[in-house]
C-alpha cells in the first residue's frame, strides 16, 4: 500500500493497486480503465496520471511518492466500467513519513479538498416548479431587506 497526500504533504489515504482507502483503511474509490470512480456510488471522479489522482478537471487532488505529480487537461469518462467487488480491508500499515514539496507546479493542484472530491454534497433538492431549495433562499433573503406592501 502507498500513503497518499494531498498538495500540503498531508497523509489523507492509501493506494492499494486500483483501490483507494481513506487513512482508516475505509474503501472510496477504484480506478478502472484509468479513471476513478466512488466506492459508494459508482460516480466518476476522475482520472489517474502517474503517481497523481485527478479531479474531474485534471487537476491534481492527491499523489504517492515515487514520480512528481503532474496534471493532465480534463480527460472524457469512459463508459461505466463493470462493478467490481469490494476488496478485502487490508491490515493497517505503519504510518508514512511526511514527504518533501514535489517540484509540481501551482496551477497544476486541484481546489477541491480530499474529501470533497472523495465524497461530494448531494445534489440540490428541487421544488415542483423546478427552482433549487437553495435558490429559494437567496431570493428570500433578498425580500427581506426591503420594506413589507401596504406600510
Not at 27 to 34: I, M, Q, T, Y
Request: aromatic residues 8%.
Amino acid at each position: 500500500m502507498k500513503p497518499l497526500f494531498d498538495r500540503n504533504m498531508l497523509h489523507v489515504g492509501w493506494l492499494d493497486g486500483d483501490h483507494v482507502f481513506d487513512v482508516d483503511i475505509v474503501w472510496r474509490a477504484f480506478v478502472s480503465g484509468g479513471h476513478l470512480y466512488c466506492a459508494a456510488n459508482r460516480e466518476w471522479r476522475g482520472s489517474r496520471h502517474g503517481s497523481a489522482l485527478l479531479d474531474p478537471a485534471g487537476l491534481i487532488v492527491a499523489w504517492h511518492e515515487g514520480e512528481p505529480p503532474r496534471a493532465a487537461r480534463r480527460p472524457s469518462p469512459a463508459a461505466m466500467p463493470a462493478v467490481p467487488v469490494g476488496p478485502f480491508r487490508p491490515k493497517r500499515p505503519i504510518a508514512p513519513r511526511r514527504p518533501l514539496f514535489p517540484q509540481t507546479p501551482v496551477e497544476e493542484w486541484s481546489a477541491l479538498r480530499w474529501q470533497q472530491w472523495l465524497m461530494p454534497a448531494p445534489p440540490a433538492a428541487a421544488t415542483d416548479e423546478g427552482e433549487t431549495v437553495e435558490g429559494e433562499a437567496a431570493e428570500g433573503e433578498a425580500a427581506a431587506g426591503e420594506p413589507p406592501d401596504g406600510d
